[in-house]
Structure formats: structure tokens, C-alpha cells
């Protein structure tokens, strides 16, 4: 066979796996594109920085398990918290700590305090339950997604959060979606 015969049976090839590539690479920037979106509306939706959490401690049982994925809603005002919300703040003591607690009562109106407790735990614990403040406070809890949190341990950045993003992403969105 010629050269310039090789050359273009090779170049038809060529040109159907530089086509194979550039689909792939706009999957995969379509993909992320959409799980910035999902990300993005979410911190939105939800007014956090970071809306979703995995739980870490047996602290909440029955309530919360370990490695149940939670959504925490920043844009409900502190003042507005009542006694039996599941709430996440920061540990006054250790700012980067992250608890989430049941409010278990309002200490002060001026300034707002407030006391939680974990539902596993037999008391408050003084310096991480109490006092809460404004300061500490990150929002109560919206949702709660059982056992979802194994994901993050088994799929390593960014595959875990694509899974994750996109099961919450249908969890949530799933009521609003109409029935034909």
C-alpha cells in the first residue's frame, strides 16, 4: 500500500478519534457545568455558603445518622428559631467545628441565646451547647438524606460530588415535578 494511501485511511481514523475525544471533553464540561449550576442554586436556594454536610457523630441519633447528608438552610434567621429545630453552628469553642443540635432552650431575648442538646446526649455540654449566638449560628436544618454520606467516602472528588449533587439534586426537586 502507498504512503499517501495510508495516510489517508489513517486520516479518516484520525479525524473519528479526535471527534470521539471532543465529544467525550464536552460531556465532561457539560457535566461539570451542571453540577456548578446544581451547587451554585443550592447555595442560593438555601442562603449557606455550603448548604450540604455529612453527618460525623452519633450525637442526634435517632434523628441524625452517621453519614446522613443534610441540607441546612442559612437564610432563616436566627430570631427565629424555636425550641425542637435541629439547628448547625459552629462550636464557640472551636470555630472550626461544625455541630448540629436540637435547640433545647432560649436562654436570653437581648441578645438572643439559646441552649441544644444532642438527642443521644444525656444533657447539654457546657462551651458547645451553650451559649449560642447569632455569631455561631449557620441555619436549621432543611433535609435530611439517610445514609448518603457513604458516597463521599467510596466516589473521590469531583465523581462524589456529581452523585451526591445529583441525588439531592432529584430529591428535592422531585415534588415540584409534574405528574402525567
Do not use: W
Not at 21 to 38: E, M, R, T
Not at 95 to 105: D, K, N, T
Request: no cysteine; charged share 15%; proline share 6%.
Amino acid at each position: 500500500m502507498s504512503q499517501s494511501r495510508t495516510r489517508e485511511i489513517l486520516g479518516d481514523d484520525m479525524k473519528k478519534i479526535n471527534a470521539g475525544k471532543n465529544h467525550n471533553l464536552k460531556g465532561i464540561l457539560i457535566l461539570a457545568l451542571g453540577v456548578a449550576v446544581i451547587f451554585l442554586g443550592f447555595k442560593a436556594a438555601f442562603g449557606t455558603g455550603s448548604p450540604f454536610y455529612v453527618v460525623s457523630s452519633g450525637s442526634m441519633t435517632p434523628t441524625l445518622n452517621i453519614n446522613d447528608i443534610i441540607l441546612v438552610q442559612g437564610n432563616i434567621p436566627f430570631d427565629r428559631i424555636k425550641i425542637g429545630d435541629v439547628i448547625a453552628f459552629v462550636n464557640p469553642n472551636d470555630r472550626g467545628e461544625l455541630i448540629v443540635h436540637r435547640v433545647a432552650q432560649i436562654l436570653n431575648q437581648n441578645p438572643l441565646e439559646i441552649r441544644t442538646k444532642g438527642d443521644a446526649n444525656a444533657g447539654s455540654i457546657a462551651g458547645i451547647d451553650l451559649p449560642i449566638t447569632k455569631d455561631d449560628y449557620i441555619g436549621k436544618v432543611a433535609y435530611v438524606i439517610p445514609q448518603i454520606g457513604y458516597l463521599a467516602k467510596i466516589f473521590f472528588p469531583p465523581l462524589n460530588y456529581v452523585v451526591i449533587a445529583s441525588i439531592m439534586g432529584i430529591i428535592v426537586l422531585a415534588p415540584f415535578t409534574r405528574k402525567n
